[in-house]
T-cell receptor, first 116, second 113 residues
Framework: DTEVTQTPKHLVMGMTNKKSLKCEQH?????MYWYKQKAKKPPELMFV???????INESVPSRFSPECPNSSLLNLHLHALQPEDSALYLC???????????????FGPGTRLTVL | AQSVTQPDIHITVSEGASLELRCNYS??????LFWYVQSPGQGLQLLLK??????LVQGIKGFEAEFKRSQSSFNLRKPSVHWSDAAEYFC???????????FGPGTSLSVIP
C-alpha cells in the first residue's frame, strides 16, 4: 500500500470556524509533511514531523496548528483563517531514513480549502 | 541560497512528439535533484531523482533526465508523449542537512491530438 489519504477532499469554512484536516498513511513512514499550494504555484512546505516530533515549522502563522498523534496520522488544525489561506493543502510522507528532504515523498491528493 | 528555475511556464506538444522540459539550479555543492508530476486535482508523484553516479537517470512512465553539472541543468525528456502526460511538472532540489526540498515554479504541459 503506497497510498496517502487525506480527508476531507473539499472544505469550506468561515473565518471564525475551527476545522481540522486529516492525513493518514500505512506505509510505516516516519516522516510526514504539510504543504500549502496556491493555484499555478509550486507547493510550499509548512511543517515536517520526523518520528512524531515537529522538526520543521516554516514560520507558519499560529492559526495553523499541526499534530502528529502517532506515526500513521497527521492532522492540521485550523482556526481563525483568512481568505488568503484558501489553497490546496497537501500531505506527504517518506521513510524518514535519509537526512534532509532526500527521501522519496509520497503525496496525498490534497484538501481543497476555501475560506469565506 | 539554493534555487531552481524552470524557464518554460507552459509547453504544448503534439501526441507522439518528443518532449524536453528544462530545469536549472543554483547550489554550491552537488545537489540532489528531483522531478515530480502533478496531474489536475491530484497530489505530486515522483518521476525520478538524481543523487550521484550515472548522470542519465531513468524514471517511471518512460521519462528520463540528464544531470549536466557544467550547465547546472537537470532536463527531463520523453521520446514520445501521450495525452495522459498533460500535467504540471516540478523540478526540485534537496540538501542533506535540512529536511526541505525546494521546488521550481513548474512547467505546465499540454498535449494536443
Amino acid at each position: 500500500d503506497t497510498e496517502v489519504t487525506q480527508t476531507p477532499k473539499h472544505l469550506v469554512m468561515g473565518m471564525t470556524n475551527k476545522k481540522s484536516l486529516k492525513c493518514e498513511q500505512h506505509m510505516g513512514h516516519r516522516a510526514m509533511y504539510w504543504y500549502k499550494q496556491k493555484a499555478k504555484k509550486p507547493p510550499e512546505l509548512m511543517f515536517v514531523y520526523s518520528y512524531e516530533k515537529l522538526s520543521i515549522n516554516e514560520s507558519v502563522p499560529s492559526r495553523f496548528s499541526p499534530e502528529c498523534p502517532n506515526s500513521s496520522l497527521l492532522n492540521l488544525h485550523l482556526h481563525a483563517l483568512q481568505p488568503e489561506d484558501s489553497a490546496l493543502y497537501l500531505c506527504a510522507s517518506s521513510q524518514g531514513q535519509l537526512a534532509g528532504g532526500l527521501d522519496t515523498q509520497y503525496f496525498g491528493p490534497g484538501t481543497r480549502l476555501t475560506v469565506l | 541560497a539554493q534555487s531552481v528555475t524552470q524557464p518554460d511556464i507552459h509547453i504544448t506538444v503534439s501526441e507522439g512528439a518528443s518532449l524536453e522540459l528544462r530545469c536549472n539550479y543554483s547550489y554550491g555543492a552537488t545537489p540532489y535533484l528531483f522531478w515530480y508530476v502533478q496531474s489536475p486535482g491530484q497530489g505530486l508523484q515522483l518521476l525520478l531523482k538524481y543523487f550521484s553516479g550515472d548522470t542519465l537517470v531513468q524514471g517511471i512512465k518512460g521519462f528520463e533526465a540528464e544531470f549536466k553539472r557544467s550547465q547546472s541543468s537537470f532536463n527531463l525528456r520523453k521520446p514520445s508523449v501521450h495525452w495522459s502526460d498533460a500535467a504540471e511538472y516540478f523540478c526540485a532540489v534537496g540538501r542533506t542537512s535540512y529536511d526541505k526540498v525546494i521546488f521550481g515554479p513548474g512547467t505546465s504541459l499540454s498535449v494536443i491530438p
